[in-house]
């Protein structure tokens, strides 16, 4: 195996296209990664096609790569991991746990169509599990050049500014640039300077995190996938701490330790994995059917899984794509945190009941163990739809 090392050269960042289906968030994704290509063979970044990206098969022909759907590239200034979030509501889920890792998201919206069901949806999650910064690409903007579709283009910005501001992004600030990922693809001169422009927005824009390297090592686990004759695999981001080759870990969830015996991210081996690199770990001796997306590789000793927390819980409105009635004691939904996915029982005290629109106290009894600790944001969804987002305040 001749693989090339990673090389940290510049700062790295996560992010993401999300927005709703078909408003362009894979050819978009596809054409960030070809401008960028273009700019020369030490550019750092190679082209991904669209049917690279959008195939998201489980082959591991890269090797001990992380998630499919992820392509990575770099800007003059930075080096990015991005996810290219499927619009349909389906997907919803992966976003939840996925947008969790993101440090800035690209909101794609069709400027022919506007702000849409996912639309709003996605922007509510991405407030939810924590990404603050959001810019905007407006997207099909070649099919509104003219008249009558131009004004449509001016009033589909105007829309989404509100969408944003109604979720707390400050959408008058919000970077939005008119952009055609279809002709960019094409190499349209102009259309390649708006994807341009738009990476530039990105670069100023979204600012680069606090990263917390001298903390325990912890990485909540996204997937699972087995490299015949090399062992059992993990991917997902750093949340906080480094991990090299030979670093001793425990398994929460899976109840084992183990020790890392390799470390790669988009298949090129790491001397040292850091928080917010997004990574594939190889686990010495650890069997595939032990270990599932929510567990969580940790220094030892470093956390402790518990069930019982309180929290502070906002419940979603109807409007919002919540509940219309209330929430009561006894309530038992699902609880998204980190990657875990695990149902709770919910007791309100002597609240007892809360309404669509309300902040409440409450007290969550988890169907089974994850790490917790005050802070800790999570997402709650019933029937495949988000009802409530909250933070754990203390654990018992
Ligand atoms: N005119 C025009 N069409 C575009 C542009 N970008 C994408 N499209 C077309 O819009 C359709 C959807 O594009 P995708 O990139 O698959 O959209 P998506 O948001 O990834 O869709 P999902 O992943 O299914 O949510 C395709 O037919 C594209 O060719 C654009 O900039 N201009
Ligand atoms: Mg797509």
């Known amino acids: 195996m001749s693989k090339t090392a ?21 050819t978009l994704t596809a054409a960030i990664t070809k401008v960028l290509a273009e700019r020369g063979a030490d550019s750092g970044t190679r082209y991904v096609s669209f049917d690279r990206i959008d195939r998201a098969p489980e082959e591991a022909a890269r090797g001990i790569t992380i998630n499919l759907a992820h392509v990575e590239y770099e800007t003059d200034t930075r080096h990015y991991a991005h996810v290219d979030m499927p619009g349909h509501a389906d997907y919803v889920k992966n976003m939840v746990t996925g947008a969790a890792q993101l440090d800035g998201a690209i909101l794609v919206v069709s400027a022919l169509d506007g702000v849409m069901p996912q639309t ?12 603050d910064h959001i810019v905007v690409a407006l997207n099909k903007a070649d099919a509104v050049e003219d008249g009558e579709d ?18 707390g992004y400050g959408g008058d600030a ?9 002709r960019a693809l094409e190499g349209d ?19 680069m995190p606090e990263r917390y390297l001298d903390a325990p090592f912890l990485l909540s686990v996204e997937n ?7 062992g059992t695999v993990v991917t997902g981001a750093v949340e906080r701490g480094t991990v090299r080759v ?24 790491m001397e040292e994995a850091q928080a917010g690199d997004n990574v594939a770990l190889l686990l010495r001796g650890v069997a595939r059917d032990t270990v599932r997306r929510g567990h969580v590789v940790a220094a030892p000793g470093s956390v402790v899984p518990g069930r019982r927390f309180t929290a502070r819980v906002y419940v979603l409105s109807a409007r919002e794509g919540g509940r219309s009635t209330p929430v009561t004691t006894g309530y038992r939904p699902q ?5 875990a996915d695990v149902v709770g029982d919910v007791d309100l005290g002597e609240v007892a009941v809360a309404r669509p629109g309300d902040t409440v106290t409450m007290t969550v009894e988890l169907g089974r163990d994850v790490p917790l600790e005050s802070g800790l944001g999570f997402a709650v969804r019933e029937g495949g739809r988000t009802v409530a987002a909250g933070t754990v305040t203390a654990v018992a």
């Open 6 to 26: 990673y090389v940290r050269t510049k700062p790295h960042l996560n992010i993401g296209t999300m927005g709703h289906v078909d408003h362009g968030k894979t």
């Open 120 to 131: 709003a949806e996605h922007v509510l999650l991405a407030r939810q599990v924590g990404v």
């Open 150 to 167: 131009a004004l449509l283009a001016d009033l589909v910005e105007l829309e989404v500014r509100d969408l944003l501001t109604a979720h």
């Open 174 to 182: 919000v970077p939005v640039v008119r952009v055609s990922g279809l």
């Open 189 to 207: 001169p102009r259309w390649t300077a708006s994807v341009e422009a738009l990476l530039d927005a990105v670069d100023t824009y979204v600012p």
């Open 224 to 230: 699972v996938l087995t490299i015949t004759g090399r």
């Open 246 to 269: 030979g670093d001793r870990v425990e398994v929460l969830g899976a109840g084992v330790e183990t020790v890392v015996t390799g470390v790669e991210t988009f298949g090129k081996p």
């Open 335 to 339: 609880f998204y945190i980190r990657t």
